[in-house]
């Protein structure tokens, strides 16, 4: 990054952004209103990055200007907060979708700078100044923003920061991730002091800043900052429960630490570590660009399979403390944690206002954490197997078979022995095979329905003929029938012999 002590820099705008700031500034100038461009698109900018949010501080009423800059540019209009004027024009421009945020100054410019969270966010631009040449622009950087982007540290622009806006504190430690910068040691010493906070903070707003933070390759730096922080107790206390409870032998960490360093290692296995071409370790698990594509799905919610993968390695063995026992002979047991894990993972998700699918795709993802290990047992699991393990995990086949060996990585740990995870890693590569090359293993065409079996075998309808369809389906992908004929013969076998 260029060095930034400079009053006239060099900020980095594409030229899709270019052209709207181009049009914003017509906008502004024919209706005699001044505007600054802030926030994180003049950071991101600043360090040569593009950014397809931009914040606009204007001296005018910021819903009314947001409701005709919707109208000038043909684009929708949502008022976000009423009572502080502020409103957002989403406006899709040259195959990209921007957010224009409006919000009334505070006072002069520089006293709005003033109450914004970060130094890095409080930099700004005034649009008519800019004219459409971004190579040497002018900045108004009362509080050093630009000094502390040169030293790639994140600072509070004030002691009432985080009492301002609790939502910050998990923001502080988001822009840490995404920016690969450190939190300055007295705005640590603030988000801790202000930590309770967070729990008057919306589940939304909270939910949000998480997800970014998992969308990042830095989320299990970030998980431990959380909790070194007293933020993560704050925001999900049944995981607090899991700290000091000891594992079997098998396992190197106690519960709460391994759930974090599962976290890490499903960065590793997905390829977010900059190291990982030099990990032999992770050179064994599979990885194609099918794969990558995978991971990169998003949900309903807007979240990608990665970040819900992250966090239902956070939440696998939140059921283990409940479920712990020690028998007679000394052996620890867990029975049924997985099961219990998913039912409170559903409360934590229900609380954060995640979306119905996102909770029941981590809600599989834990429940059946432990199937990818089952399938072990065999050196190559059969085609029945390997069918009843995609019904059963439905879409989340592939994440949980991810899950399953990021368990095991992190359960073993320094102490992991090769050959075991060779074997884990073979398997776990046979599986996906069928999965993206033998689907009709995974996902039987259909060969009968319930209609056939009450106009052949003068079935009534009822529970049976889905049960039936079921065993169907099971022995079609075991290879044990292929036709439609087949099939009703199966069927009629299975009701002379019951």
């Known amino acids: 990054m260029t060095n930034l002590t400079q009053e006239r820099l060099i900020i980095y705008v594409p030229g899709e952004a270019a052209s709207l700031l181009d049009k914003l500034g017509e906008f502004f100038r024919t209706r005699n209103i001044d505007c600054y461009v802030v926030g994180g698109f ?87 100044e800019a004219k459409g040449n971004w190579s040497r622009v002018k900045t108004i950087d009362p509080l050093n923003g630009c000094r502390d982007l040169n030293l790639r540290i994140v600072r509070a622009v004030s002691d009432a920061s985080f009492q301002q806006d609790p939502a910050r504190l998990l923001r502080a430690i988001r822009l840490a991730a995404t920016l690969d910068f450190s939190i300055e040691p007295a705005t640590e010493d603030l988000i801790k002091r202000d930590s309770r906070l967070v729990t008057t903070v919306a589940g939304e707003r909270l939910r949000d800043e998480l997800g970014y933070i998992l969308e990042t390759h830095k989320a299990y730096q970030s998980l431990r900052s959380l909790d070194r922080m007293g933020l993560l107790a704050l925001l999900m206390p049944e995981l607090t429960s899991s700290k000091g409870v000891t594992q079997p032998k098998e396992h190197f960490w106690d519960v709460f630490d391994h759930s974090l360093e599962t976290v890490a290692c499903v960065e590793r296995l997905l390829r977010e570590q900059d190291n990982n071409k030099e990990d032999e370790i992770i050179s064994l698990a599979p990885w194609s660009s099918d794969i990558a594509q995978y991971f990169e799905q998003r949900s309903a919610g807007g979240r990608t399979r990665r970040a819900l993968l992250k ?40 609380r954060l206002k995640l979306s119905n699918r996102e909770i029941k795709m981590v809600q599989l993802m834990i429940e059946h954490h432990l199937r990818p290990g089952y399938l072990l047992s065999e050196d190559v699991p059969s085609r029945r197997a390997i069918y009843k393990y995609f019904r059963d995990t439905a879409d989340v086949g592939i994440d949980t078979l991810f899950l399953g060996l990021a368990d095991h990585l992190a359960a073993r740990g320094p102490t992991l022995d090769p050959d075991q995870w060779r074997k884990h890693t073979e398997v776990t590569k046979y599986i996906l095979s069928k999965w993206f090359e033998d689907r009709a293993i995974v996902v039987p065409p259909k060969l ?23 065993m169907v389906r099971e022995a079609q992908a075991a290879g044990e029938i292929n036709t439609s004929e087949e099939a009703l013969d199966f069927v009629r076998k299975h009701l002379e012999n019951s």
Not at 82 to 109: C, K
Not at 450 to 467: A, D, R
């Open 448 to 470: 009968i329905d319930g209609h056939i079996l009450m106009e052949k075998l003068g079935m009534s309808p009822g529970p049976q003929i889905g049960q039936l369809l079921e």
């Open 311 to 350: 966090l239902a390695a956070l939440l696998h063995d939140i059921g283990k403390p409940a479920a712990k026992t020690i028998e007679q002979s000394g052996r620890m047991r867990f029975l049924g944690h997985a099961k219990e894990g998913a039912s409170m993972a559903v409360q934590i998700m229900e």
């Open 42 to 128: 003049v950071r991101d900018g600043l360090m040569g990055r593009a950014n397809s949010d931009i914040d606009l501080a204007v001296a005018a009423d910021a819903i009314e200007t947001a409701s005709e800059a919707a109208g000038f540019f043909n684009a929708k209009m949502v008022p976000l907060d009423e009572v502080n004027q502020v409103a957002r024009v989403v406006s899709p421009q040259a195959g990209y979708q921007w957010h224009l945020d409006f919000a009334t100054i505070r006072g002069s410019i520089k006293e709005d700078i003033k109450l914004r969270d970060f130094t890095i966010n409080a930099i700004a631009i005034r649009l008519a």
